[in-house]
Antibody, heavy 117, light 108 residues
């Protein structure tokens, strides 16, 4: 069974940093692209970032470019999102997900990030 | 960037009725890389349909998807109580990936 378990969320002050992790199991992690999506309270889903299977290619939404960094450790089956210079508008539930290309996406349960003083 | 517009924003129906949800893209979606996801309150999204018309594993056959190019439809043939949720379309054929704003399916 595919499992994606996010961790690392919490309360952080504006301008602060946070590192999210996503532990993957139930599939060969190193062969799949992975991505992060976020959902602000009461709002819709927004794609944040993407990483290819070996970590050599990444992509970011304009709203987080230069502040967030996606990475992965294929030896530990873990996806990361390093978030710096956090703003109030970054407050959201962050989901990690597996990209099965044409065959769709699988989701984790999400972790809440709150940026507030 | 491809903009996805979902309609209606809210759909009020009764259990047993048929639901038709629309997703219109501002440009053609590459290779029909169009998925539909369901999100129940307090839960993570769940994949329903991929490739515009293929049901994901374990999804009941009352859910069906159709369309190509710029116009896509999700149909729920006979609504069950657990189907009342928010539905999002997602295009993942062109970067950046984009979601529609969602259609809330509520009990009438």
């Amino acid at each position: 069974e595919v499992q994606l378990a996010e961790s690392g969320g919490g309360l952080v002050q504006p301008g602060g940093s946070l590192r999210l992790s996503c532990a993957a199991s139930g599939f060969t992690f190193s062969t799949y692209w992975m991505f992060w999506v976020r959902q602000a309270p009461g709002k819709g889903l927004v794609w944040v970032s993407h990483i290819n299977s070996d970590g050599s290619n990444t992509n970011y939404a304009d709203s987080v470019k230069g502040r967030f960094t996606i990475s992965r450790d294929n030896a530990k089956n873990t996806l990361f999102l390093q978030m710096n210079s956090l703003r109030a508008e970054d407050t959201a539930v962050y989901y990690c997900a597996r990209d099965r290309r044409f065959n769709g996406q699988d989701w984790g349960q999400g972790t809440l990030v709150t940026v507030s003083s | 960037e491809i903009v996805l517009t979902q309609s209606p924003g809210t759909l009020s129906l009764s259990p047993g009725e048929r639901a038709t949800l629309s997703c219109r893209a501002s440009q053609s979606v590459s290779n029909n890389y169009l998925a539909w996801h369901q999100q129940r309150p307090g839960q993570a999204p769940r994949l329903l349909i991929y490739g515009a018309s293929n049901r994901a594993t374990g999804i009941p056959d009352r859910f069906s998807g159709s369309g190509s190019g710029t116009d896509f439809t999700l149909t729920i043939s006979r609504l069950e109580p657990e189907d009342f949720a928010v539905y999002y379309c997602l295009q993942h054929g062109s970067s950046p990936w984009t979601f529609g704003q969602g259609t809330k399916l509520e009990i009438k």
